[in-house]
């Protein structure tokens, strides 16, 4: 089955950039889609696709896509976006299984 | 509004059985690839199950492959999740989400706010 792999943390600065990346071969084939969890709260969806923001997703928050590496970026961080973000994609076997990101912990400063 | 609310949790011994339910409203339930994500106390998110929107399609995490079946009743709008032969591992938070899949991968844009089960003696 496919991994996903980001890094556990990361810090930013209040208004600064920061991105946040995931690696793993099915990235190859599959578009990411990004999920911000609070404590205690349900994931939410914040990018999808080639770089799609849901409804009432501020665009500070935008997608991308290299290879076999996804990245979320965070455009001016705002204090109300530290979370736990995860990545996720379709399997690389081509059935309709998911995978899940280990998860990356970014705290505003 | 699209809502998802999942009931059936709690507390079950090892080796004991399980069923979660999903209500869906707000959308045409019978649409939509439907999935099970769950997530152990202080870990991150981990893909369970999904269910084409016929029923006519299934597939799990190897984990939980022949203990745990998906199911869903679109005559009214729910989802289920059997668990047989649980194990304390499968202790987790287990949220109920709409997949909406497209060519080139899928994503969960709606969630339930999740229901706690708890594999202890």
């Known amino acids: 089955s496919s991994e996903l792999t980001q890094d556990p943390a990361v810090s930013v600065a209040l208004g600064q950039t920061v991105r946040i990346t995931c690696q793993g071969d099915?990235?190859?084939?599959?578009?990411a889609s990004w999920y911000q969890q609070k404590p205690g709260q349900a994931p939410v969806l914040v990018i999808y696709g080639k770089n799609n923001r849901p409804s009432g997703i501020p665009d500070r928050f935008s997608g991308s896509s290299s290879g076999n590496t996804a990245s979320l970026t965070i455009t001016g961080a705002q204090a109300e976006d530290e979370a736990d973000y995860y990545c996720?994609?379709?399997?690389?076997?081509?059935?309709?299984?998911?995978?899940f990101g280990t998860g990356t912990k970014v705290t505003v400063l | 509004e699209v809502q998802l609310v999942e009931s059936g949790g709690g507390l079950v011994q090892p080796g004991g059985s399980l069923r979660l339910s999903c209500a869906a409203s707000g959308f045409t339930f019978s649409s939509y690839w439907m999935s099970w994500v769950r997530q152990a106390p202080g870990k991150g998110l981990e893909w369970v199950a999904n269910?084409?929107?016929?029923?006519?399609?299934?597939y799990y995490v190897d984990s939980v492959k022949g203990r745990f079946t998906i199911s869903r009743d679109n005559a009214k709008n729910s989802l289920y999740l059997q668990m047989n032969s649980l194990r304390a591992e499968d202790t987790a938070v287990y949220y109920c989400a709409r997949v909406t899949t497209v060519t080139y991968g899928g994503h969960f844009d709606y969630w339930g706010q999740g229901t706690l089960v708890t594999v202890s003696s």
């Open positions: 269910i084409k929107q016929d029923g006519s399609e299934k």
């Open positions: 099915s990235l190859r084939s599959y578009y």
């Open positions: 996720n994609s379709r399997d690389s076997s081509g059935n309709h299984l998911y995978v």
